[in-house]
């Protein structure tokens, strides 16, 4: 189980998350969404470590991150919201990296990568390098990297953007079945039908504060007459319309 426990981030006086209390379950997908800037990557970014709140506390299974972060931190497989990272190391070698960081031992390191880079498709270029990479292919090899260790939390930031049809069906697929297995995966994302596939539960977000916590049918019905989109967009989008003459 993963708890923010009032979490505030402030940028000199500009709030990135004000007061955000949330709990995720084990055994669930769970699926931010919001506009850019919403704190989706925020969120995930003090869950992973990235940056620390400036109050509150973050709890995974009653262990303060605050307490615990390297232990905390092994126990999680992250996916950035950019795959431009280590673009000097050919494919193979950042997965090797991450094996041994992880302490994955090497018979099981090389299992891992055999199936996951014939399963994306991805084992004939694991020897060049990342740069010479698609964003499509680093997207892939990042995904690789972090699934290598299995840890039992999936943090995934807008995880499908770039992936072909063939490799954004197989994450889904596993990313049920890690849930399925009792673990968490907690991801944003922008697509609508992507959080109504996959998600048990979603959070949305809007300029910091979270407005909505439920399941997509707890959603639609205090909206009956309504599409995702609609309801999305009334609870999230602009709420005025720019007028004629505003600074663009």
């Known amino acids: 189980m993963i708890r923010f426990e009032h979490i505030s981030k402030y940028y000199d006086a500009k709030a990135a998350l004000n007061d955000l209390n949330l709990t995720i379950e084990n055994g669930e ?9 919403a704190g989706k990557t925020t969120t995930i970014s003090l869950l992973t470590s990235i940056i620390e709140a400036s109050s509150g506390n973050i709890l995974v299974d009653q262990l303060s991150l605050a307490e615990h972060r390297d232990e905390i931190k092994k126990r999680i497989a992250y996916v950035p919201d950019s795959p431009d990272i280590f673009l000097n190391l050919t494919a193979r070698e950042y997965w090797n990296f991450l094996a041994k960081i992880y302490g ?21 270029r694991q020897f060049e390098t990342i740069d010479s990479f698609s964003h499509g292919m680093r997207q892939k090899t990042i995904i690789i990297g972090a699934l290598i260790p299995n840890p039992d939390i999936w943090v995934l930031d807008e995880p499908l953007t770039g992936l072909d049809p063939q490799a954004s069906f197989d994450l889904k697929e596993m990313m049920r079945q890690h849930a399925q297995a009792g673990n968490t995966v907690l991801f944003s994302t922008h697509v609508l039908s992507v959080a109504e596939q996959l998600c048990d539960r979603i959070g949305i977000l809007r300029q910091g504060e979270l407005i909505f916590v439920g399941s997509l049918e707890e959603l639609k019905t205090h909206y009956p007459d309504k599409d995702l989109e609609s309801i999305y967009l009334e609870l999230a989008g602009r709420k005025e319309e720019p007028k004629a003459g505003d600074d663009l």
């Not at 990568?113 to 014939?118: M, P, T, V």
């Open 29 to 37: 997908i769970f699926g931010l969404i919001g506009h850019n800037g």
């Open 104 to 124: 994955v031992d090497d018979a099981e390191r090389d299992t891992r990568i055999d199936y996951l880079a014939r399963l994306f498709d991805i084992a004939e």
